[in-house]
């Protein structure tokens, strides 16, 4: 019996595992993401798919950890410092906007026909976003640090705040509910401040010498251990005080973030992260009653457009009255106006005291899911219906008729360094970027750049590519300086052409374009970084200089072997740190052994009749 139920287990964990791995590239593949890879794979194999697993809530609770420790590694990418800084956004942006979507749906209810408190219970339940979608779009287009990525983290941490007194109102809104006495719902408050002042207090003074102890013992498992332990044990003492566990777990990762062993915690919760993260949006689409939907669907399509409009238009309104952008606030709108995770703990706690039945739970439980699921859907058509920001051109001139010697395509770090030995010898240089920021910038430090795109063919003429004498490509993305080295040898064979490599592969691919020099943008500097480091440890300036020169001659062999046989080959001249079976000098010698007795004669004489 025991063997069976081993085996059991063992299919549903092959069977999570497999849809994963299945559904999500599929669906990456489809510009579609990877969220709504896992929902959908969450629906297929769940009790109202396939039916491989018939209970989805033992699996969303575990899975609600991905989201635990997701918010733990945003907490330590955001020092206490930074996260003051943003208490304007959370008390302010995030309390206006959580107040004014729960007015806008709350009304939605109201001309539904539905009871104050029903109604107030689902739009309040649909204003709280969900957070691990949020997040991992966020994550997914690098924009969690960017400031608008900020101000969204900021909402959302108000959000999971805001749990508390909703929960509060739900035990008010009871019938009965009113006899709780004012003294009980001050002794809640009091635990969940007790409880955050308690972990901010661990966190300041136990926490450092706590790992500082354990990373003594030289025990990598321990400190993987204790990294679970603190994200763990911080959201079930935010758990148990009556606040969110995801709560709980950022602020042990702001606690921890100026910490000498934050990168070490990182790198230690971020598999459990991925894993765990992925088993949520399993389960969420495992949790989709799809009998209640067939049998509601006219009432859930109503309500899943109503809630997710109405949102979006409060989100809006409460950005454009903040004076947030037309892009940016709509990108906000359209990112925040699904209902999330803590609605599912809302309608529970609801249902539970009688306000709504459970049949309405599982209405609008579908409905918060089929939203999570548009989510992904809505911002992809952002993408295809909203043009991108033009760039304002007042007071930046384009590139036309240009006739310098030297033609920059580039004006960043690199291109501006680049430029100064020409411009220093008196060498006519004219420069070319599509920044316009960067232009204008440069303007203040007396450099004239003109506005174009180097990988067009029309703007290359206007800039006097046909004209000059050499370009320099010195932009920062690799395939945009392999794009424009083919453009420029395709149109312009013999002009000759210099560009930045980002590295060896990009090396290799230019020289293959036919660039005449390429230089990979780290390998000078690094080599004059160790060349120092080497000198502060006390070797002589001349045997530091031989030894540098002896990495180029390596460099170089290795890179012609690599033009030949493909970017794995000429591994043997790299000097690893660690032991080679075979041992091999270090240079070619300059000249061949000569025998010094009769002895050494014979042994090389032996070797060269081996070989």
């Known amino acids: ?70 918010l733990f590694i945003i907490g330590l990418e955001m020092q206490p410092s930074r996260l003051w800084g943003l208490r304007r956004e959370i008390f302010g942006l995030g309390a206006l906007q959580v107040g004014v979507c729960a007015l806008l749906l709350t009304g939605v209810g109201l001309a539904g026909g539905f009871p104050v408190s029903q109604s107030f219970v689902a739009g309040a339940g649909f204003v709280l976003t969900s957070t691990a979608i949020v997040m991992q779009l966020l994550e997914e287009r690098g924009e969690i640090a960017a400031p608008k990525g900020q101000r969204i983290v900021s909402i959302l941490l108000l959000e999971d705040l805001a749990i508390v007194p909703l929960l509060a109102l739900i035990a008010f809104l009871a019938p009965g509910g009113g006899d709780m006495s004012l003294s009980d719902r001050l002794t809640e408050v009091g635990i969940g401040l007790a409880a955050i002042v308690g972990l901010v207090v661990a966190g300041r003074y136990l926490l450092n010498p ?62 459990f992260r991925g894993v765990l993260l992925g088993l949520f949006f399993l389960a969420v689409g495992m949790s989709l009653d799809l009998h209640v939907v067939v049998e509601n669907w006219q009432l859930v399509a109503v309500y899943v457009v109503a809630y997710m409009v109405i949102k979006a238009i409060g989100i809006y309104l409460v950005a454009r009255i903040l004076k947030t952008g037309h892009r940016e606030a709509l990108e906000r709108a359209v990112f925040m106006a699904q209902g999330g995770e803590f609605a599912f703990v809302l309608y529970s706690a609801a249902a ?70 020409l411009l220093l010898r ?52 690799a395939d945009v300086a392999i794009r424009i080295a083919e453009l420029i040898k395709g149109e312009f064979p013999l002009l000759t052409v210099l560009a930045r490599a980002f590295d060896r592969g990009t090396a290799l691919q230019l020289i293959r374009a036919g660039v005449d020099f390429q230089l990979r943008e780290t390998f000078e500097s690094a080599l004059v970084f160790g060349g120092s480091t080497l000198e502060a440890l006390g070797i002589d300036p001349e045997e530091v200089a031989e030894v540098i020169e002896d990495v180029r001659r390596r460099d170089t062999a290795r890179f012609e072997m690599q033009l030949a046989e493909g970017i794995r080959a000429g591994q043997r001249f790299l000097k690893g740190n660690i032991g080679t079976p075979i041992p091999t000098p270090l240079t070619p010698p300059r000249r061949t052994g000569q025998a010094l007795n009769e002895e050494t004669a014979g042994v090389l004489h032996k070797s060269e009749s081996a070989d």
Do not use: W
Request: include cysteine; proline fraction near 2%; hydrophobic fraction near 55%.
């Open 426 to 477: 008196g060498i006519d240089v004219s420069i070319i970027d599509n920044d316009v920021e960067m232009i204008q910038a440069a303007a203040d430090f007396g450099f004239k750049v003109y506005y174009g795109d180097g990988t067009r063919l029309d703007i290359l003429h206007a800039a006097g590519a046909g004209r000059a004498r050499a370009v320099l490509i010195c932009v920062d993305k």
């Open 1 to 70: 019996m025991a063997a069976e139920a081993a085996g059991s287990d063992l299919i549903h964990v092959v069977a999570l595992l497999a849809a994963g791995v299945v559904a999500v590239p599929i669906f990456k593949r489809m510009g579609l993401g990877s969220i709504l890879g896992y929902l959908a794979a969450g629906v297929v194999i769940g009790p109202f798919g396939i039916g491989i697993f018939s209970e989805s809530e033992a699996i969303l609770h575990v899975a609600e950890l991905g989201v635990v420790m997701f």
């Open 352 to 421: 539970a005291v009688g306000i709504i039945d459970s049949q309405a739970n599982a209405t609008l439980t579908a409905i918060v899911i089929i939203s999570m699921v548009l989510t992904p859907l809505a911002i992809v058509a952002l993408r295809y219906l909203t043009p991108r920001d033009e760039q304002s051109l007042e007071g930046v001139d384009i590139a036309d008729g240009l006739s310098g010697s030297v033609l920059i395509i580039g004006f960043g770090r690199f291109g501006q360094i680049a430029s100064q030995p």
């Open 210 to 271: 706590f790992f500082r102890i354990l990373a003594d013992a030289r025990a990598r498992e321990v400190m993987t251990a204790a990294a679970l332990l603190v994200v763990l044990g911080s959201a079930l003492a935010m758990q148990l005080s009556g606040l969110s566990m995801a709560m709980g777990a950022f602020l042990a990762g702001v606690l921890l973030s100026e910490s000498t062993f934050r990168h070490q915690l990182e790198a230690d919760v971020e598999p």
